[in-house]
């Protein structure tokens, strides 16, 4: 973070006392303006949403300022809609007051053409389980939640590739995550249309077996699609190998499960098989995979952009409310021009 015009970091102290001087005299420009017919009831406005009304008031103190370089006749401020330095004033209350973007967003108006803007940025200061080092922590991917946790996924190495999980086997040697946690290991196979399905665990005993088989639905004891005794982790170096029946389908066509066809379906077009598990950051060699969070504060300068818009409207208008005595066409004009003033604003939060 910079100081303006400076090149000379700022400490955080000097940034609040910006801040504390940028709300006192937004508190002072709310107390000059509510005196004026532009800024009648800002003090209650103030009451309920003091942020708000110092926005107003800003706004209309800048507003103020240019006025006084144009002229109220000629190319600059037409008179066939009366437009006088106090009704641009009027308008300028009317779409900020009617705006509602300040309920969603953070609004900060500037206070000259030149100022700065500080953001606090919290990034990820590492490239961990999903997430990219230098990423925006607000800009998560779906991935990314595993950063703050000791849970790691792997995808394990098929021994014939993508295709039927008959006879195949997956393996991996995790290096940089290790000791695994016992009882950690979850086994997913990915099949077509990227559906997920959980289909193993280890037993805590050094072996992988599936969720069809070991009476867990209690359809048989026998392995069905997981072969337990070649189907091994060393929780110490990290070496995982799962051996898959011959017939893995065939078993899974023939169990009674709920949705066999389903199963076979799935089984016979495997596209990959991940593993997810637990590790211990607790210990000194593993310090380094714990995810940590880069936070900065720097200062971006406003860039403004002009947003032209003209209004028109013809003289009937006038002339039907004048003779017909419905109202007041400036000051109908001046209410439509400040709400549509305060739709713009809306819009241009989202664009």
């Excluded at 017919?37 to 706004?59: F, M, V």
């Excluded at 595993?146 to 790691?152: H, K, M, Q, V």
């Excluded at 199963?263 to 060699?285: A, G, K, M, R």
Aim: net charge neutral.
């Amino acid at each position: 973070m910079y100081r303006l015009n400076e090149s000379t970091p700022a400490s955080m102290e000097e940034l609040q006392l910006i801040f504390e001087k940028r709300k006192q005299f937004g508190d002072y420009l709310v107390e000059k303006w509510c005196r004026t017919e532009p800024g009648k009831k800002l003090d209650e406005t103030y009451s309920r949403n003091p942020e708000k009304a110092r926005n107003i008031a800003i706004l209309l103190e800048n507003q103020a300022r240019h006025l006084k370089y144009l002229k109220e006749s000629g190319v600059n401020i037409s008179q066939y809609f009366l437009t006088t330095p106090q009704n641009v004033l009027k308008i300028v209350r009317l779409g900020v007051a009617n705006s509602n973007r300040d309920r969603i967003f953070t609004e900060y108006p500037l206070l000259t053409m030149h100022d700065a803007i500080y953001f606090i940025f919290k990034e990820h200061a590492d490239s961990l389980r999903g997430a990219n080092a230098g990423d925006f922590i607000f800009e998560m991917t779906p991935n990314e939640w595993r950063y703050p946790t000791e849970i790691e996924v792997d995808a394990l190495t098929l021994s014939a590739g993508p295709g039927s999980i008959n006879g195949q086997t997956a393996s991996i040697a995790i290096t940089s995550q290790v000791p695994i946690t016992v009882g950690s290991i979850r086994i997913v196979a990915v099949g077509p249309g990227n559906q997920r399905m959980y289909i193993g665990y280890d037993g805590g005993d050094g072996r992988i077996y599936d969720i069809f088989s070991n009476n867990i639905y209690k359809q048989t004891a026998s392995p069905l699609l997981i072969n337990p005794s070649s189907s091994t982790v060393n929780y110490s170096t990290g070496a995982i190998t799962i051996t898959f029946e011959t017939n893995a389908t065939t078993n899974l066509g023939g169990s009674g499960l709920p949705n066999a066809a389903d199963l076979v379906n799935f089984f016979s077009n495997i596209q990959s098989i991940e593993v997810q598990y637990n590790f211990d950051t607790e210990l000194n060699t593993n310090f380094n995979q714990m995810g940590s969070v880069k936070i900065s504060v720097k200062s971006l300068r406003f860039r403004p952009r002009p947003y032209p818009i003209s209004y028109s409207f013809t003289h009937m208008a006038r002339l039907t409310l004048e003779t017909t005595k419905l109202g007041d066409i400036e000051d109908m004009l001046i209410k439509a021009v400040g709400e549509e003033h305060a739709m713009r604003r809306d819009y241009q939060a989202f664009v």
